[in-house]
């Protein structure tokens, strides 16, 4: 199956930094999505984006489908963005909209 | 309010017995998910339904069942063969398609005493 690659895997900021996510994906996609979970669980979404460049706010994503990676943005990081983001792709072959999840990059922001 | 709810939150259960966690979403979706989250993991997907009266397994649904008799209800049943079922539960809805977004719940903590 499709494999789904995140780094970093863990990262630590200082209030006010920026950062860059990645996400790489072995095989041709029909959906991508990014999302943020919460320290309660709650999985946020955060971008439908199988390609192209989007923004909302202080994070922005861009997905470059040719070349099977997608990366996050998050500009001056505040203490709320903490938590772990994933990404997760749908394959092209893939029939029922399943999603196969990253590992995950877990970002603490100090303040 | 448009959304996908889950109960219980929080479910403690003794080993040897099923145990049922529902979800339920009013966003008129055809299709719902079940997945399971092991700490400092990603995702899994346990089962999913694209229509009503009828579900397919996913990655992981070895000791697990789910009914899908209205359309806005996918509850999932953790029987006792699943042999290691502490974990977070998440369910998910989207419009069915591989094109369109999926919604997740806020989830169940299962716990096996």
């Known amino acids: 199956g499709i494999q789904v690659e995140q780094s970093p895997p863990d990262l630590i900021l200082q209030e006010g930094a920026n950062s860059t996510l990645r996400c790489n994906f072995s095989d041709s996609v029909n959906n991508l999505q990014w999302f943020h979970q919460n320290p309660w669980g709650q999985l946020i979404n955060l971008f439908y984006i199988p390609s192209g460049t989007k923004q909302n706010g202080r994070l922005s994503a861009t997905t470059v489908a040719t070349e099977r990676y997608s990366l996050l943005y998050i500009s001056s990081s505040q203490t709320t963005d903490s938590g772990v983001y994933f990404c997760a792709v749908v394959p092209r072959n893939n029939a029922g909209n399943m999603l196969t999840f990253g590992g995950g990059t877990r970002l603490m922001v100090k303040p | 309010d448009g959304g996908i709810t889950q109960s219980p939150k929080y479910l403690f259960r003794k080993e040897g017995q099923n145990v049922t966690l529902s979800c339920e979403q009013n966003l008129n979706h055809d299709a719902m998910y079940w997945y399971r989250q092991d700490p400092g993991q990603g995702l899994r997907l346990i089962y999913y339904?694209?229509?009503?009266?009828?579900?397919q397994k996913g990655d992981i649904a070895e000791g697990y069942s789910v009914s899908r008799e209205k359309k806005e209800s996918f509850p999932l049943t953790v029987t006792s063969a699943q042999k290691n079922p502490t974990a977070f539960y998440l369910c998910?809805?989207?419009?069915?398609?591989?094109?369109?977004?999926?919604?997740f719940g806020p989830g169940t903590r299962l716990t096996v005493l």
């Open positions: 998910a809805s989207s419009t069915g398609t591989s094109y369109n977004e999926q919604f």
């Open positions: 339904s694209q229509i009503v009266n009828d579900f």
